[in-house]
């Protein structure tokens, strides 16, 4: 049994595409991670999320606490957000989605 | 600012040796995570410091693996001896919280670890 859910696990965009990135968790949590990884491994936060909704330029985190589900959404992808997007949620201990990998074709 | 800071990149070593990993977290943050990272089984979280304290290392897969903090800019992750398994990329982070629940996350490179 997987305690954070993502979907989908493979993803492929045109670029400019409104992209969304799935997150459930089955856990109590206190926040909500989104990690990008691009090829070459460094590992980057993106959101930390324990209600509602941030925003950073094309990527907006949103939360529903009640639903234990977030997505991650781009717009107007580009290739450069070609990487793969991991869902963690902190509760008790960290647990982390299998990620998602993001091809964004120009 | 320098970022988390880990030390080596990349390290080729043969099955039995003693391998140590370091990190240096952010100047200021008070938590610092140990993770590795396979294709069989993702980002696991082996352990966390808080104030330089072990708070769960719970992740930690067996007696060979050990960490410490002596300070507040330093850790290490040790394990003796090495198995092939143990193969993967290990990455340090640190944040600015009062637990594993709070704070943004920031990574190291992560090292590189090949047991021959």
């Known amino acids: 049994k997987n305690e954070v859910e993502q979907s989908p696990q493979n993803l492929t965009a045109q670029e400019g595409e409104f992209i969304t990135i799935n997150c459930s968790y089955s856990v109590g949590i206190s926040a909500l991670h989104w990690l990008q990884q691009h090829p070459g491994g460094g590992i980057v936060s993106l959101f930390m999320?324990?209600?509602g909704k941030k925003k950073h330029g094309r990527l907006i985190a949103t939360i529903n606490i009640q639903e234990k589900h977030s997505s991650l959404h781009i717009t107007a992808s580009h290739p450069r957000d070609s990487a793969v997007y991991i869902c963690a949620v902190a509760g008790n201990q960290f647990y982390f989605g299998t990620g998602t990998s993001l091809t964004v074709i120009p | 600012d320098a970022g988390v800071i880990q030390s080596p990149r990349h390290e080729v070593t043969e099955m039995g040796q003693e391998v140590t990993l370091r990190c240096k977290p952010i100047?200021?943050?008070?938590?610092l995570f140990w993770y590795r990272q396979t294709m069989m089984r993702g980002l696991e979280l082996l352990i966390y410091f808080n104030n330089n304290v072990p708070i769960d290392d719970s992740g930690m897969p067996e007696d060979r693996f050990s960490a410490k903090m002596p300070n507040a800019s330093f850790s290490t992750l040790k394990i003796q001896p090495s198995e092939p398994r143990d193969s993967a990329v290990y990455f340090c982070?640190?944040?600015?919280?009062?637990?594993?629940?709070?704070?943004?996350?920031?990574f190291g490179e992560g090292s590189r670890l090949t047991v021959l």
């Open positions: 999320l324990s209600s």
């Open positions: 100047s200021g943050h008070n938590s």
């Open positions: 982070a640190s944040s600015f919280s009062g637990g594993a629940s709070t704070g943004e996350l920031f």
